[in-house]
């Protein structure tokens, strides 16, 4: 596969420290409030490119961890601490918040078809492993003691590793918004590897450790975690965009200052999502989730699908409208799908052939456009039914876009739609499915009063050059 990394700027092929193995590390999320649909772009992704590793046969071993502490305002070190904020909002206790908001994410991870990783940590679940390590960087002269926190020294290092052309007066303190300078820092890119209780009297969650009372820093935790579960050699670490710096540069400071040797050669960045106001953002406070999708009628699966229209290094902007747009794509192809009819065998050879073409294709950078263009490329393969089928299966074990289960589902409600002769509704048609189900939705819409609906699947039958007419008990319809 060949994929941007975004340490060297350039497209590479992807390689491994262990032929066939893939040591994967993903930055979770930070659980003081709902996951953004923002956030979860960035989790889509992610999941692609997993499954795509699996699907050209790498063995991948997937870690990631769940920030529970540690996790400031800013993610330079100051400001308020994001779970303590949290709790304070919802009356509830930091462990309460996070335990919540742990399970809204995963339980938004289930709608969207995103895979859980192979190991979930906590933040709060490794801090003898924090201290640890922190106790070898002050051994070999990386950190030191001010003002009650101990800071990595970034001085001491030959090259502070700044991802994506970031310029040395850019990290500079106070030009970047929201950055306050802290004064027991001796360079200003040093960050906190442990912060004591000279910072927050009111915090939480705190634990004894040789430098007194404290809880650790934000970026320690992604080195502990991914050392314990991955092991010294990491092959591919993820995150936002805006993970890049200083997040990421940090973990890779300090985790290779600890191991004394390069620590993770390849790095993939999501772009971020936007709204036409500019950056979808937690702290901003009013955001949109999944939920709020789904009650305003939208398939959460429809988001997975505008997603993977575009490329994940680009930003992508977020409308509604963009949103319909793609919900209607993803039900036409759905209902494409379910036309097809599945009975009859798979030509092995048409079938290799789309396979090794999708391979080649998806594997140019994750080009998750061309993966869904394959889709209607298969619907048009000159080939049977079956084979068509099988191909798409095939492909949606990279997408995730339940293809299959989606269109038999359609199937299945149009066979049931067109034997209810006794039935409140009788389709009287050609004998296709698809067609069937798109005229009982829009008998179910109008059953609802939704006549929008109603009026817009008509339209969308007439595109089809289908014509349908109202008869008592049911309805008739026909290719014109
Ligand atoms: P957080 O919960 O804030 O720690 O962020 C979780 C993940 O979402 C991180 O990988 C961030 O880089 C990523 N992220 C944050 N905002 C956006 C956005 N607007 N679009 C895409 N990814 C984002
Ligand atoms: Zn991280």
């Not at 993970?243 to 999501?270: D, K, Y």
Request: hydrophobic share 35%; proline share 2%; with cysteine.
């Amino acid at each position: 596969m060949y994929l941007y990394n975004s340490a060297t700027h350039k497209k590479e092929e992807f390689r491994t420290h262990t032929p066939n193995r893939v040591e994967m590390y993903t930055c979770g999320p930070t659980v003081y409030h709902f996951a953004h649909i923002g956030n979860l772009r960035s989790y889509i992704m992610e999941d692609v490119l997993e499954k795509y590793l699996r699907f050209v046969g790498f063995d991948v071993n997937r870690v990631m961890n769940i920030t529970d502490v540690g996790h400031l305002a800013s993610d330079a070190d100051t400001g308020e601490d994001k779970m303590l904020k949290g709790a304070k909002r919802e009356h509830k206790s930091v462990m309460e918040i996070a335990q919540f908001y742990t399970d809204a994410f995963f339980e938004d991870c289930r709608k969207l078809n995103i895979k859980r990783p192979d190991v979930v940590q906590p933040a709060t679940g490794m801090i003898e492993d924090y201290i640890r390590i922190i106790q070898t960087l002050e051994e070999k002269g990386y950190a030191y003691l001010a003002g009650g926190n101990v800071y990595f020294d970034t001085s001491k290092l030959d090259r502070y590793y700044v991802f994506n052309d970031h310029k040395e007066d850019d990290l500079a303190i106070g030009v970047r918004e929201g950055v306050e300078e802290d004064t027991n820092k001796r360079n200003k890119n040093d960050f906190v590897l442990w912060f004591t209780k000279s910072k927050f009297e009111d915090q939480a969650l705190k634990w004894d450790s040789p430098w007194g009372v404290g809880y650790p820093g934000w970026h320690i935790e992604c080195s502990g975690i991914s050392m314990k579960y991955n092991g010294e050699y990491l092959d591919l670490h993820c995150g936002g965009v805006d993970n890049a710096f200083p997040h990421h540069t940090n973990e890779i400071a300090q985790s290779e200052s600890f191991l004394g040797h390069p620590w993770c050669p390849h790095w993939f960045h999501v772009h971020h999502l936007n709204t036409n106001d500019g950056k979808m953002s937690k702290s901003k406070g009013e955001f949109l989730t999944v939920s709020l999708l789904e009650e305003k009628g939208c398939d959460p699966l429809a988001y997975r699908w505008f997603c993977l229209q575009s490329h994940y290094r680009k930003a992508l902007v977020f409308s509604w409208e963009n949103l319909d747009n793609a919900a209607a794509a993803y039900t036409k192809l759905l209902n494409r799908i379910a036309a097809l009819n599945p009975e009859g065998e798979t030509d092995q050879a048409v079938f290799d052939e789309y396979r090794a073409k999708f391979v080649q294709q998806v594997g140019n950078d994750l080009n998750t456009s061309m993966a869904v263009t394959a889709v209607f490329d298969a619907l048009k393969a000159k080939t049977n039914d079956a084979t068509r089928l099988a191909i798409i299966g095939e492909f949606d074990k990279v997408l995730s876009l339940s293809l299959l289960e989606k269109a038999a589902a359609i199937r299945e409600k149009s066979a049931q739609a067109t034997q209810t002769g006794s039935g409140e509704y009788t389709i009287t048609g050609e004998g296709d499915p698809a067609v069937d189900a798109l005229v009982l939705q829009r008998y179910e819409a109008k059953k609802a009063k939704n006549f929008a609906e109603a009026d817009r699947i008509r339209d969308e039958l007439k595109a089809q050059g289908v014509e349908v007419t109202d008869v008592k008990g049911g309805a008739v319809w026909k290719k014109i």
